[in-house]
């Protein structure tokens, strides 16, 4: 029914290599948004629980409640666990590394337009 609303020539089905590209990174933001929101959520679900559950529990009850399915829910327990383990385990010292890590090259990304990077 919708063809005939939205003919295909004015809305291909194929984008093109950059906009592919504009949209990979888009996806990519909005999927840490979503993440990092999960986390701090996590967090004040572990700690409104604290006295009925342990923080194991209460992370486990989060993922159960909002049903979060895999591998998200992997990706949420793991950074919770990890802002939780900092109050407990000292900083490890950084090691100089050998290798510098390779430039991130954002240009290429975009299609080869460094400049025309816009940021939402």
């Known amino acids: 029914m919708l063809e005939h609303l ?4 004015l809305f291909p089905r194929k984008l093109s290599a950059t906009a592919e590209r504009r949209m990979r990174l ?8 979503l993440v990092r929101t999960h986390v701090e959520n996590a967090l004040t679900f572990v700690d409104a629980l604290a006295e009925e ?17 895999e591998p998200l829910a992997s990706v949420v327990v793991t950074r919770v ?25 954002l240009s ?3 299609g080869g337009k ?3 990077i816009r940021r939402a």
């Open 26 to 33: 888009a996806q990519a933001r909005a999927e840490e948004a």
């Open 53 to 69: 559950l342990p923080f194991d529990r209460a992370i486990d009850t989060y993922i159960r409640e909002m049903a979060l399915a």
């Open 6 to 9: 939205l003919p295909e020539s």
């Open 81 to 105: 666990l990890v802002v939780l383990g900092q109050d407990l385990l000292p900083a490890r010292r950084a090691e100089p590394r050998e290798e510098p890590r390779p430039r991130l090259r």
């Open 114 to 116: 460094g400049s025309d």
């Open 108 to 110: 290429e990304a975009s």
